[in-house]
């Protein structure tokens, strides 16, 4: 497949994938962040792809991404919602491209929310993720899954 994800990627990453394991691969960062992003309603529009040489810029196989049908799902869903044409539920291009928008928009508000925390930001991710819900901002969905299935396994590692 060959293509890749150019995405914006900060310490933060390597915090909550490296450090802390709360996210098995970067990709599954980048998509939570891409939903975080998009319920916030805050893509980035530029510099969402980093920069080489601030040391911002991350990449991802498409292929990784793809290989989970729900993270597909969402990157279509994402890509339709964000453009209003049906051709983006299939277009790779716009895909990747929209995908890395709102996940540099969730990385600013991860930033804000859980980036400063000191320690094991696990409850942080959490406590946001269960505001996030009972606000009631209509997440529903394939969106709301993603925040299940994160909020499940994060459950599951606390009981161990």
Known sequence: ?????????????DTLVDEYEVFENYYDLLIFLAVIGYKE?????????????????????????????LYRTIMASLAFQDTGDPEALVDEQTHMKVLAQYAAGGLEIAEDEFGDIAGDPTDAIINYIKM?????????????????????????????
Not at 1 to 13: A, F, V
Not at 52 to 66: F, I, K, R
Not at 137 to 148: D, H, N, P, R, S
């Open 1 to 13: 497949m060959g293509r890749i994800i150019n995405y914006k990627k900060t310490e933060l990453y």
């Open 41 to 69: 309603d805050n893509p980035v529009r530029e510099g969402y792809r980093g920069s080489s040489s601030e040391g911002t810029a991350g990449e991802s196989g498409l292929h990784n991404v793809y290989s989970q049908d």
């Open 132 to 160: 996030s819900q009972s606000e009631g901002t209509g997440t529903e969905g394939e969106l709301a899954k993603i925040v299940q299935s994160f909020d499940d396994e994060m459950m599951n590692i606390e009981g161990e």
